[in-house]
């Protein structure tokens, strides 16, 4: 997912190097309850947990080459960056938009929706999808269309 920092909407990446260095990072984090900052001069900050959690995330992310931004859950977005954030079409979403799925608001002529809107359509949609893969694959094991491969083979 690819949302914006701020007033820029475009997400950061890691490079290869940069995914290696990150992977240390999320190796030397994974297991601990704090961390510290600690500056040019020496200065030493301890992490709230909340901000550690949110850098195990992002460390994670960008160590698998996913692109990551961060907004706030209250932002607008416009139609165009709620697609984004999809991975739908623009007119898609105003169907979805239209027909109820998510809450939006005009402003003027244009729509509105809110981050926590969207994210919370999408964790239904998301998880809408994995219910059906299950389904999908158990009907599949009983009428014998899938059967686990033998390891070796």
Do not use: C
């Not at 209250?74 to 165009?80: D, F, I, N, R, V």
């Not at 105003?94 to 929706?113: D, S």
Request: aromatic share 4%; no cysteine.
């Amino acid at each position: 997912m690819a949302t914006s920092i701020g007033a820029n909407s475009t997400p950061v990446t890691a490079d290869e190097r940069e995914r290696g260095q990150l992977s240390e990072i999320e190796h030397l984090i994974a297991g601990e309850q704090t961390a510290k900052l600690v500056g040019a001069s020496g200065q030493q900050v301890e992490l709230p947990a909340p901000a550690l959690a949110l850098l195990r995330e992002l460390v994670h992310q960008l160590a698998r080459d996913q692109a990551v931004a961060v907004v706030a859950t209250g932002k607008e977005l416009t139609t165009q960056e709620a697609a984004d954030i999809l991975n739908v079409s623009r007119p898609y979403l105003i169907k979805l938009l239209e027909q109820g799925e998510i809450p939006f608001a005009m402003v003027g002529t244009h729509r509105r929706i809110l981050v926590n809107d969207l994210l919370a359509y999408k964790r239904r949609r998301d998880a809408a999808r994995r219910q059906a893969l299950v389904e999908l694959t158990q009907l599949s094991q009983e009428w014998g269309l899938y059967a686990e491969q033998p390891q070796g083979e």
